[in-house]
């Protein structure tokens, strides 16, 4: 099983950056993917962005493309996503998630970004 747990969540002007950290325990030898999502009130959660944990390959949803960064680093269980340009749509709870290669995931308790106008 995995534990994770979100930081950096918060409140920002639009326009301005924020940095989201999730910190990772456990099994981890079994996960092969880590990411975050976001979940906006009344709409489904979707993906903001990925990364491998084998290979430097990463993959983000459409509207974060250019202006969100995920990071990892191994040695330190943990994975970052660097947000710049911060939009009031990007306004949602973040949830960091570990997937295992059988397909299992794990979730984080969720962190709250809001982003003013």
């Known amino acids: 099983q995995v534990h994770l747990v979100e930081s950096g969540g918060g409140l920002v002007q639009a326009g301005g950056p924020l940095r989201l950290s999730c910190a990772a325990s456990?099994?981890?030898?079994?996960?092969?993917?880590m990411g975050w999502y976001r979940q906006a009130p009344g709409k489904q959660r979707e993906l903001v962005a990925l990364?491998?944990?084998?290979?430097?390959?990463?993959a983000s949803g459409d509207s974060m493309k250019g202006r969100f960064t995920i990071s990892r680093d191994n040695a330190k269980n943990t994975v970052d996503l660097q947000m710049n340009s911060l939009r009031p749509e990007d306004t949602a709870v973040y949830y960091c998630n570990a997937r295992t290669r059988s397909g299992a995931d794990s979730w984080g308790q969720g962190t709250q970004v809001t982003v003013s106008s």
């Open positions: 990364i491998s944990t084998a290979a430097p390959s990463t």
């Open positions: 456990g099994s981890m030898f079994r996960v092969v993917v």
